[in-house]
Protein backbone atom coordinates (compact mmCIF):
# COMPACT_ATOMS: atom_id res chain seq x y z
CA UNK A 1 0.00 0.00 0.00
CA UNK A 2 0.91 3.50 -0.53
CA UNK A 3 0.29 6.76 1.33
CA UNK A 4 -2.79 9.17 0.58
CA UNK A 5 -0.71 11.71 1.21
CA UNK A 6 0.40 12.61 -2.63
CA UNK A 7 -2.88 12.59 -4.23
CA UNK A 8 -4.67 14.70 -1.21
CA UNK A 9 -1.71 17.38 -1.96
CA UNK A 10 -2.76 16.89 -5.93
CA UNK A 11 -5.61 17.71 -5.55
CA UNK A 12 -5.33 20.65 -3.46
CA UNK A 13 -3.38 21.75 -5.85
CA UNK A 14 -5.71 21.61 -8.88
CA UNK A 15 -7.99 23.44 -6.17
CA UNK A 16 -5.97 25.85 -5.46
CA UNK A 17 -4.06 27.15 -8.77
CA UNK A 18 -6.90 25.82 -11.27
CA UNK A 19 -6.41 23.59 -14.16
CA UNK A 20 -4.51 26.54 -16.10
CA UNK A 21 -2.62 27.53 -13.24
CA UNK A 22 -1.26 23.99 -12.62
CA UNK A 23 -0.63 23.56 -16.24
CA UNK A 24 1.39 26.31 -16.37
CA UNK A 25 3.05 25.15 -13.30
CA UNK A 26 3.75 21.94 -14.78
CA UNK A 27 4.97 23.42 -18.15
CA UNK A 28 8.07 25.15 -16.29
CA UNK A 29 9.01 22.06 -14.66
CA UNK A 30 9.04 20.17 -17.58
CA UNK A 31 10.84 23.13 -19.83
CA UNK A 32 13.13 23.25 -16.92
CA UNK A 33 14.15 19.28 -17.13
CA UNK A 34 14.35 19.94 -21.01
CA UNK A 35 17.20 22.41 -19.99
CA UNK A 36 19.22 20.13 -17.72
CA UNK A 37 18.12 16.92 -20.37
CA UNK A 38 19.68 18.96 -23.30
CA UNK A 39 22.69 20.28 -21.43
CA UNK A 40 23.42 16.83 -20.11
CA UNK A 41 23.01 15.40 -23.50
CA UNK A 42 24.93 17.54 -25.29
CA UNK A 43 28.55 17.90 -22.64
CA UNK A 44 31.65 16.38 -24.10
CA UNK A 45 34.20 14.75 -22.37
CA UNK A 46 38.02 15.94 -23.65
CA UNK A 47 37.93 12.74 -26.06
CA UNK A 48 35.18 14.42 -27.77
CA UNK A 49 32.53 10.96 -26.32
CA UNK A 50 29.63 11.83 -24.92
CA UNK A 51 29.24 12.82 -21.33
CA UNK A 52 26.38 10.76 -20.37
CA UNK A 53 24.61 8.15 -22.05
CA UNK A 54 20.80 9.17 -21.03
CA UNK A 55 18.34 6.61 -19.76
CA UNK A 56 15.10 8.64 -19.52
CA UNK A 57 12.15 8.90 -22.13
CA UNK A 58 12.92 12.34 -23.32
CA UNK A 59 10.49 15.65 -22.94
CA UNK A 60 7.51 14.07 -24.58
CA UNK A 61 6.54 10.81 -22.92
CA UNK A 62 8.77 11.44 -19.69
CA UNK A 63 8.11 13.26 -15.87
CA UNK A 64 9.88 16.24 -15.18
CA UNK A 65 12.66 13.90 -14.28
CA UNK A 66 16.22 13.64 -16.09
CA UNK A 67 17.27 10.32 -15.74
CA UNK A 68 21.22 9.45 -17.18
CA UNK A 69 24.56 8.02 -16.35
CA UNK A 70 28.33 8.38 -17.20
CA UNK A 71 29.14 6.97 -20.38
CA UNK A 72 30.26 3.59 -19.82
CA UNK A 73 33.01 4.11 -22.89
CA UNK A 74 35.36 6.53 -20.78
CA UNK A 75 35.83 4.03 -18.63
CA UNK A 76 36.18 6.89 -15.94
CA UNK A 77 37.71 6.56 -12.66
CA UNK A 78 34.59 7.45 -10.88
CA UNK A 79 30.94 6.68 -11.15
CA UNK A 80 27.91 8.80 -10.95
CA UNK A 81 27.63 7.74 -6.70
CA UNK A 82 31.01 9.23 -6.63
CA UNK A 83 29.59 12.43 -8.77
CA UNK A 84 26.98 12.30 -6.41
CA UNK A 85 29.13 13.11 -3.60
CA UNK A 86 31.20 15.39 -4.98
CA UNK A 87 28.19 17.62 -6.47
CA UNK A 88 26.71 17.88 -2.92
CA UNK A 89 30.17 19.63 -1.28
CA UNK A 90 28.41 22.33 -3.57
CA UNK A 91 24.98 21.91 -2.03
CA UNK A 92 23.39 20.13 -4.50
CA UNK A 93 22.18 16.60 -4.30
CA UNK A 94 22.10 14.48 -7.23
CA UNK A 95 20.71 11.32 -6.56
CA UNK A 96 23.29 8.66 -7.45
CA UNK A 97 21.71 4.66 -7.73
CA UNK A 98 23.92 1.73 -8.32
CA UNK A 99 21.94 -0.76 -10.80
CA UNK A 100 23.57 -3.52 -8.73
CA UNK A 101 22.05 -5.19 -5.43
CA UNK A 102 23.95 -7.54 -3.07
CA UNK A 103 22.13 -10.99 -3.05
CA UNK A 104 22.24 -12.82 0.33
CA UNK A 105 20.43 -15.58 -0.94
CA UNK A 106 23.55 -16.29 -3.65
CA UNK A 107 26.23 -15.58 -0.70
CA UNK A 108 26.04 -12.05 -0.79
CA UNK A 109 27.62 -11.70 -4.62
CA UNK A 110 26.95 -8.48 -6.48
CA UNK A 111 24.32 -9.44 -9.21
CA UNK A 112 23.08 -7.13 -11.97
CA UNK A 113 19.30 -5.42 -11.19
CA UNK A 114 19.13 -5.37 -15.52
CA UNK A 115 20.44 -8.23 -18.11
CA UNK A 116 21.74 -5.41 -20.66
CA UNK A 117 23.99 -3.50 -17.30
CA UNK A 118 26.74 -5.45 -14.95
CA UNK A 119 26.29 -5.37 -11.26
CA UNK A 120 28.77 -2.51 -10.71
CA UNK A 121 26.54 0.07 -13.05
CA UNK A 122 25.42 3.07 -11.74
CA UNK A 123 23.27 6.14 -12.95
CA UNK A 124 21.62 8.98 -11.56
CA UNK A 125 18.85 11.52 -11.77
CA UNK A 126 17.42 15.08 -11.33
CA UNK A 127 13.94 15.73 -10.46
CA UNK A 128 12.52 18.60 -11.39
CA UNK A 129 10.29 20.06 -8.21
CA UNK A 130 8.46 23.45 -9.08
CA UNK A 131 10.86 25.62 -6.75
CA UNK A 132 14.07 24.49 -9.53
CA UNK A 133 13.59 27.66 -11.21
CA UNK A 134 16.11 28.18 -14.58
CA UNK A 135 18.56 30.33 -13.04
CA UNK A 136 19.04 27.68 -10.34
CA UNK A 137 18.92 24.73 -12.99
CA UNK A 138 21.62 27.14 -14.80
CA UNK A 139 23.48 27.05 -11.08
CA UNK A 140 23.30 23.33 -11.30
CA UNK A 141 24.61 23.23 -14.59
CA UNK A 142 27.98 25.12 -13.55
CA UNK A 143 28.71 22.98 -10.87
CA UNK A 144 28.27 19.85 -13.25
CA UNK A 145 31.32 21.28 -15.30
CA UNK A 146 33.31 22.56 -12.04
CA UNK A 147 32.57 19.06 -10.43
CA UNK A 148 33.52 17.27 -13.43
CA UNK A 149 36.55 18.85 -14.10
CA UNK A 150 38.01 18.03 -11.01
CA UNK A 151 36.93 14.43 -11.10
CA UNK A 152 38.89 14.23 -14.07
CA UNK A 153 42.00 15.87 -13.00
CA UNK A 154 42.06 12.58 -9.95
CA UNK A 155 43.67 9.55 -11.15
CA UNK A 156 42.06 7.55 -8.30
CA UNK A 157 39.17 9.83 -7.82
CA UNK A 158 36.95 8.39 -4.99
CA UNK A 159 38.36 5.03 -5.68
CA UNK A 160 39.96 4.58 -1.98
CA UNK A 161 36.56 5.20 -0.21
CA UNK A 162 35.16 2.52 -2.60
CA UNK A 163 37.90 0.19 -1.64
CA UNK A 164 37.23 0.83 2.20
CA UNK A 165 33.74 -0.16 1.46
CA UNK A 166 34.28 -3.32 -0.87
CA UNK A 167 36.53 -4.33 1.72
CA UNK A 168 34.23 -4.22 4.49
CA UNK A 169 31.28 -5.66 2.26
CA UNK A 170 33.67 -8.58 1.78
CA UNK A 171 33.86 -9.72 5.61
CA UNK A 172 29.95 -9.70 6.03
CA UNK A 173 30.01 -11.80 3.05
CA UNK A 174 32.37 -13.80 4.56
CA UNK A 175 31.11 -14.06 8.06
CA UNK A 176 27.64 -15.00 6.60
CA UNK A 177 29.33 -17.86 4.51
CA UNK A 178 30.77 -19.31 7.24
CA UNK A 179 27.29 -18.94 9.20
CA UNK A 180 28.53 -17.02 11.58
CA UNK A 181 26.58 -14.19 11.01
CA UNK A 182 22.43 -15.24 9.87
CA UNK A 183 21.48 -13.84 6.07
CA UNK A 184 19.01 -10.77 7.72
CA UNK A 185 22.22 -9.75 9.98
CA UNK A 186 24.11 -9.43 7.10
CA UNK A 187 22.01 -7.28 5.16
CA UNK A 188 21.33 -5.14 7.90
CA UNK A 189 25.23 -4.68 8.35
CA UNK A 190 25.76 -4.16 5.13
CA UNK A 191 22.68 -1.17 5.09
CA UNK A 192 24.15 -0.02 8.32
CA UNK A 193 27.76 0.36 6.40
CA UNK A 194 26.49 2.06 3.56
CA UNK A 195 25.16 4.92 5.98
CA UNK A 196 28.19 5.29 8.05
CA UNK A 197 30.11 5.66 5.17
CA UNK A 198 27.93 7.98 3.71
CA UNK A 199 28.31 10.02 6.69
CA UNK A 200 32.11 9.53 7.54
CA UNK A 201 32.98 10.34 3.39
CA UNK A 202 35.36 12.76 3.92
CA UNK A 203 37.44 10.54 6.49
CA UNK A 204 38.59 8.50 3.62
CA UNK A 205 41.18 10.57 1.73
CA UNK A 206 42.64 9.38 -1.46
CA UNK A 207 45.49 8.42 -0.50
CA UNK A 208 44.26 6.31 1.84
CA UNK A 209 44.19 2.16 1.27
CA UNK A 210 41.07 -0.20 1.68
CA UNK A 211 40.60 0.14 5.34
CA UNK A 212 38.59 -2.55 7.53
CA UNK A 213 36.52 -0.29 9.99
CA UNK A 214 36.60 -2.38 13.80
CA UNK A 215 33.21 -1.62 14.01
CA UNK A 216 32.10 -4.41 11.91
CA UNK A 217 30.45 -6.16 14.46
CA UNK A 218 28.88 -3.51 16.12
CA UNK A 219 26.85 -2.89 13.30
CA UNK A 220 25.23 -6.62 13.50
CA UNK A 221 24.71 -6.18 17.14
CA UNK A 222 23.63 -2.49 17.27
CA UNK A 223 21.37 -2.70 14.47
CA UNK A 224 19.68 -6.40 14.59
CA UNK A 225 17.03 -6.69 16.78
Not at 75 to 93: F, K, R, T
Not at 160 to 172: G, I, L, P, T, W
Request: net charge neutral.
Amino acid sequence: SRPASGPFVQFYKMLRLGEEGYKSKVANQMNVAHYLREFIRDLKHPSGKPRFQMLDGGGSVCLPVVAARLNPELDLAYNDIDLQHAISESHWYVSGYSLGFENFMNGGIMEPLFNDVDATATMFRIVVKSNLTRSLAEDLTGHFIETLTVLDSMEEGYASMRSAKAAVQQDVVELAQAEQMTVRQAAVASVALGKWMGKRKKRFSLSQGPQRPSMLKAFSAAHVC
